[in-house]
């Protein structure tokens, strides 16, 4: 499925790896050893995150329209 949310992807030195979050969809987050991986698992997680909203009655945000502005 093709989502249309902002995904922050950065190198966290803790955990080694490639972090991708999608801030709209509270705790979805992926992880992978290189930015490709990292993209690949977040859309996965993305589904999974949708699907289990779907599932409990859970409202699904609409993507926003506009980018985050960093602090």
Known sequence: MMHKYEIIL?????????VAEVPEL???????????????NITSAMDLWIDTA??????????????LMPA
């Not at 950065?10 to 490639?18: E, I, L």
């Not at 779907?54 to 980018?67: A, N, S, T």
């Open 26 to 40: 509270p705790g979805c987050m992926a992880h992978g050893g290189t930015q490709q991986v990292a993209l690949r």
């Open 54 to 67: 779907r599932e409990h009655g859970d409202p699904i945000p609409e993507p926003r329209e506009k980018r």
């Open 10 to 18: 950065y190198w966290s030195r803790t955990d080694g790896a490639f």
